[in-house]
Structure formats: C-alpha cells, structure tokens
C-alpha cells in the first residue's frame, strides 16, 4: 500500500509567481484535503477534493484553487504569491467524505518559501 | 483564525514527568482527533473520539473528550524523549471528514 506523496518537498519563489503543489492520494482513498502550516502552528484547512470536485473549503482566498484528477490525486494551484503564503502545505488523503471518524493520511509537505 | 484553542503553546518537561494538553472551543464537534507530528514529517494519528465524556487509553496517553463536545484532554504518564513532537487536535462535524486543526502543542522531553 503506497502512503501520501507530495512534490515538490521544496521550493522557493518570488511574490507575484505562480506554484502548483502535487500530491498523490494513498491506494484506494478518494478524499483528499490540502492544510497550510506556519511554522510551530496547526494545519489550516484550504479545501477538500472528493471525486474531481471541490467538497468544502476553508477562509482562504480564490487564488488558491486545486483540482482533482480521475485517479485521485490532486494540485494546489496558488496565484500572486505573497509573503505570507511561506508555509508548509499538507496533502491528506481519506475515505468517502461523511465518515467524521475518518483518519485523514498526510503527506511529508512540500514547503514553499516566498521571497 | 483557529476555533480549536491548544495550551500551552510550548511544554519542556523531563523524562518521567506527567503533563496534561488541552483542546478547546466554542463549537460543538461530531467528533475530536489528536495528531501528533514531527519534524519534516505530516500529522500522524493518535485517536479519535466521539461520545462526550469518552475517555480513551493508547498506553501512557490518556484522551478525554469534554460532555459537550467543545473539549479535550491529552494527558501523559511519564514521558519519554520519544514523545518529543507538536500534539494537534482536530475537531470534525458530521458534514464530513473536514477537520480543523487546533493551534499545536509543541512537546519537548529532556533525557
């Protein structure tokens, strides 16, 4: 069974760029939610993916948008980077959405430094 | 803005030592997990609980769950340098398996 898996682990831009995040959801999981994480702080719910399309999102701007595929992994697409987006961005993957008992499987993070 | 409020913030205890963490909010939940990460690495779940007043046992952490449903407890018996980490609740409702995080309790056992 292969775990979470995000890319790129690291990577640096300036404010204005562009980035897209990748993650690939653990085998047989159909959910995923995107978090970000500031330095010595809890995960920030962004949104969740449930079959392609977008199941519940967080208090963060349209510049943050994802997407689904039909194999279920997922991207973070976010656009005009600011300062403030540095963070660690977590990938989760989980069953059906509507089991709130669910454990949510997180990736290692790719985190994104803002210049 | 975080609902579910962590403290302390920060805890350095040394080995053998107990310590409580607590989780709190405004907001009633389905249910309430506790993560635990380390460094370089995702959350990695500890428990999940979902009737108030559940208490459960996973060795040395013991977790409560408040009889509303806005609270709850991690407590520790003797800790060890393993137990080293950032403790994260996350309180779901049962429109789905969205969870907030809580603001992190950043753990540190002395040897």
């Known amino acids: 069974e292969t775990g979470v898996t995000q890319s790129p682990t690291h990577l640096i831009k300036t404010r204005g760029q562009q980035v897209t995040l990748r993650c690939s959801s653990q085998s047989g999981h159909n959910t995923v939610s995107w978090y970000q994480q500031a330095l010595g702080q809890g995960p920030q719910f962004i949104f969740q993916?449930?079959?392609?399309?977008?199941?519940g999102r967080g208090n963060f701007p349209p510049r943050f948008s994802g997407l689904q595929f039909p194999n279920y992994s997922s991207e973070l697409n976010v656009n005009a980077l600011e300062l403030d987006d540095s963070a660690l961005y977590l990938c989760?993957?989980?069953?059906?959405?509507?089991?709130?008992?669910?454990?949510?499987?997180f990736g290692e993070g790719s985190r994104l430094t803002v210049l | 803005t975080q609902l579910l409020e962590q403290s302390p913030q920060f805890l350095s205890i040394q080995e053998g030592e107990n310590l409580t963490v607590y989780c709190n909010s405004s907001?009633?939940?389905?249910?309430l997990q506790w993560y635990r990460q380390e460094p370089g690495e995702g959350p990695v779940l500890l428990v999940t609980v979902v009737t108030g007043g559940e208490v459960k046992k996973l060795k040395r952490l013991t977790f409560q769950f408040g009889d509303a449903r806005k609270d709850s407890s991690l407590h520790i018996t003797a800790a060890q340098p393993g137990d080293t980490g950032l403790y994260l609740c996350a309180g779901a409702w049962d429109t789905g398996n969205q969870f907030y995080f809580g603001t992190g309790t950043s753990l540190t056992v002395i040897p």
């Open positions: 993916y449930y079959r392609e399309e977008e199941n």
């Open positions: 907001s009633v939940f389905s249910s």
């Open positions: 989760a993957s989980s069953l059906d959405p509507g089991t709130y008992t669910g454990e949510l499987f």
